[in-house]
């Protein structure tokens, strides 16, 4: 029976941490579960920030060889039409 019951515990620790792909809370709860060590009282430790952003965030570095990349494809295709 104790088997059995791990086992149990074990698919169901699985399929929360799986959730957790699509819901930060579902693995929130899952390290509850796993690592009861890591928590005080009924609170998880955990500290979390979100940032909404619209579009692509880069390096000033990437934009900067991006730029590069643009102007020398700009470059070619001006060339081949003069």
Do not use: C
């Amino acid at each position: 029976m104790e088997a059995a019951r791990e086992e149990a515990r074990q698919k169901a620790l699985e399929g929360i941490k799986t959730a957790g792909e699509k819901d930060w809370r579902a693995l929130a709860e899952w390290l509850k579960l796993t690592f009861p060590e890591h928590r005080s009282g009924y609170n998880i430790n955990v500290s979390a920030s979100a940032n909404a952003h619209q579009g692509v965030v880069i390096t000033a570095e990437d934009r900067k060889r991006i730029q590069e990349r643009m102007r020398r494809i700009q470059d070619q295709a001006a060339s081949k039409n003069t």
